[in-house]
């Protein structure tokens, strides 16, 4: 069963995907074959490029922050020194039931310039800031949505992981005299390289597929593109 869908729903779904950008489609069933003259029109479209430097600009700031907070976090919640961590888990999780129109349209309210954001900045005596009208900060502001959606999804996978390493490890790393961090570096972090691994994968999947949130938090294109 698995193998027909994956045939169907991946498989085929590929093919008909690169099929599909081989024709210039005009409208239903008005098609014409092309071969690579779309990916050639592409190469030499700049705002290709713009929207590709972007978008991996983005990608690569998600992962610099949606693997090391949520692990660290996950490891926290993990070594029972916080009391209820399902609780914890459980509140983390709730963004990701948000709709993603909902989640840019909030984060729209919250990030202008008399949002709670720059209320909350304020707080520390820093300046308020442009999030919505400043070229070069569009991405940090989409990363803080990516962070506030997806933090609780990847400390459920970081937890699924932790799980999976054996007690007696850091019981007989404890009797040879380990430390809390000692434990977590050495122990923590190597164990749980596979699911390091696929969290990545899935931040990259993720990350490149980006649309609907700047779509939304940036009406009209945004600054820059």
């Known amino acids: 069963p698995f193998l027909i869908l994956y045939l169907v729903f991946r498989v085929?779904?590929?093919?008909?995907?690169?099929a599909l950008?081989?024709?210039?489609?005009?409208?239903?069933?008005?098609?014409?074959w092309t071969g690579l003259a779309n990916y050639g029109e592409l190469l030499g479209d700049r705002t290709f490029f713009?929207?590709?430097?972007?978008?991996?600009?983005?990608?690569?700031?998600?992962?610099?922050?949606?693997?090391?907070?949520?692990?660290?976090?996950?490891a926290v919640l993990h070594s029972k020194v916080?009391?209820?961590?399902n609780l914890f888990r459980t509140v983390f999780f709730l963004p990701l039931l948000a709709s993603l129109v909902v989640v840019g349209v909030v984060f729209?309210?919250?990030?202008?310039?008399?949002?709670?954001?720059?209320?909350?900045?304020?707080l520390f005596g820093l300046p308020g800031l442009r999030w919505l009208d400043t070229r070069d900060l569009a991405i940090p502001a989409l990363i803080l949505v990516a962070i506030w959606r997806w933090t609780g999804i990847n400390i459920v996978y970081f937890t699924t992981g932790l799980s999976n390493i054996p007690d007696d490890y850091y019981e007989a790393a404890a009797i040879d005299g380990a430390s809390g961090w000692q434990k977590f570096w050495h122990l923590s972090v190597p164990l749980s390289r596979p699911i390091i691994l696929f969290v990545l994968v899935l931040s990259l999947y993720g990350g490149f597929q980006l649309f609907v949130e700047p779509f939304v938090l940036f009406p009209g294109g945004g600054v820059g593109g």
């Open 12 to 18: 085929y779904a590929i093919g008909q995907a690169v």
């Open 108 to 122: 729209q309210l919250l990030l202008t310039n008399e949002g709670l954001v720059n209320q909350a900045l304020g």
């Open 50 to 74: 713009l929207a590709l430097r972007n978008t991996s600009l983005y990608t690569a700031g998600t992962i610099l922050v949606l693997i090391p907070l949520p692990f660290v976090l996950a």
């Open 21 to 32: 950008s081989l024709q210039d489609i005009e409208g239903v069933g008005i098609s014409e």
């Open 82 to 85: 916080i009391s209820r961590p």
